[in-house]
Structures are given as C-alpha cells and as structure tokens.
C-alpha cells in the first residue's frame, strides 16, 4: 500500500474528482479527511470510505483555521493535503461581474492558499509532508470563455512552485496536476450542448476524454514516495491535448 497510515486531507471531497481521489488512497492505506462545504454528502461518502468528514467553506479563512485545528486535533498530523475543491465559470468577459469574481477567486484561490497556509504550518512543526494541487489546462490554453477559472488555475502553477521552493529545504514538497475533462458535476451538463465532446475529443490525441482513475493516480503518485525528487512540477494529465497543435 502506498499511502499506509499517512494523514491526507482532500478539499471538495464531496463528489466528483476530490471524492476519487480520497478513494484512491483509502484504498492505498491512508487515513483521509474529507473536507467540503457541503455538509450531508461529505458526512455520507466519508462514512462510506471509514474517513472523518469536516464541513469547511473555503471563502471563509476562519472556516479553514478552525477545520484544520480539528483534523490536526482528530489525526495529530498532515502527511498530505490535496486541493482539490474548486469552480468553474463560463461567463463572458463583458458580462463579469465583481461577486463572481470575488467568488470563483475565493475558492479557487484565496481558499486553496489558506488550506496550504494551514497544511505547511502543520508540516514545518513535523519535518515535511507533500502537498497536490488540482489545476487544469486551462491555467495554459483558452477557449475565451473561463476568464477567472484560467487565471486561478494559472496562478495555482505559480503558487505551486513558491511552496516547492520555500517548503523544499524543509521537507515540503508541492507539485500540481493540470488535467484535461473528465465527467464530473462540474463538466457533465456540457453533454447538453450540440458538438461539445466531438469538438473537445478532436483536440485530445488518444482520442477521448480522461478518465477519473488516471487523475487519482496521478495524485497517488504524486502524494506518495514514487515521486521522491518531484517538487514544483506540474504534472499534465490531458492525453496529448497540450503537447498538439
Ligand atoms: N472535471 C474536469 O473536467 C476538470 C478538469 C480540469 C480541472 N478540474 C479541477 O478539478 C477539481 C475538481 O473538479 P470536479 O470536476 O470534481 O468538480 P465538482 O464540482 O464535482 O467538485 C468540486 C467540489 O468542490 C466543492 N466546493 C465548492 N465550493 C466550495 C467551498 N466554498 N468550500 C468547500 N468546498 C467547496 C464542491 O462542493 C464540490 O464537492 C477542481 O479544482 C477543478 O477545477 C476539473
């Protein structure tokens, strides 16, 4: 087991891409604690799993401070913190206005830096520990509708690398995953729209979409001692899209 008896904090647990991931390393031994806001699921999917649930609003730093004292009183330490809650948004650039910026900034940054904040202070007091953060393709490529999702997760890249520098002399290591769609709360009602995945999948060489398990490996690899030397990478999990022209 790769993970065995390690603490790992996974954000926006609730569903999607953060519920596989605690999965995944449920299943490789570790101890996990699902964070979310919202509070019926993470209380149901952490029971399934045998993890401990904490309903946790990211847009509020006092919300995270208090969370993570109780996961460090409930689990003495933090082996591991993926950040993995996170919006999207398809507005017009025109149409933008200040409370969804303030909101899609918020979680997808404010909240992420604050978690890391919490998780490296944990860290620095036991000699290290590893932290994942979930970005995406869109922190490189546009279609020109995510203007707020691309700077956030552009900024998680830049984020990522200041942790694995600040963090590495003292055993911190951050690295990110950016990774093309996968079918998840978040992108399934795109399948609504007339020619969404053929014109998504013409991009994507190996030819479709990825898969849930291929990004919670990834964050497997990444959370555990396969990667020992990896720091500040971002590790791009898109089938080819990027690397195409
Ligand atoms: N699905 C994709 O195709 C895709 C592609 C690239 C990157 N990503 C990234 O993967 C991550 C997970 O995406 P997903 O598709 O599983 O999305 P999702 O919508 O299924 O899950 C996001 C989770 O974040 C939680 N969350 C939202 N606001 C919160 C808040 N204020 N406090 C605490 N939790 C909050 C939600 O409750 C939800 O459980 C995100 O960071 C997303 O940007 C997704």
Known sequence: MLLKDKCCIITGAAGGIGLQIATTFAQ???KVALLDIQEDKIKAEAAKLGGLPYVCDLCSVESIEKVFAAVLNDLNRIDVLVNCAGLANRTLIEDITEAEWDLVCDVNLK??????????????????????NISSIRGYMSDGRHVIYDSTKAAVHAMTRTFAVAGGPKGIIANSISFAYVLTPMTRHNLQRKGWLESIVANIPIGRLMEMEEVSNAALYLASDLSSGVNGHDLIVDGGWRASE
């Not at 909240?111 to 994942?132: C, D, N, P, T």
Request: aromatic share 12%; net charge positive; no cysteine.
């Open 28 to 30: 490789e031994g570790a």
């Open 111 to 132: 909240g992420l830096f604050f978690a890391s904040r919490e998780a490296y202070r944990a860290m620095l007091k036991q000699g290290g520990g590893k932290i994942v």
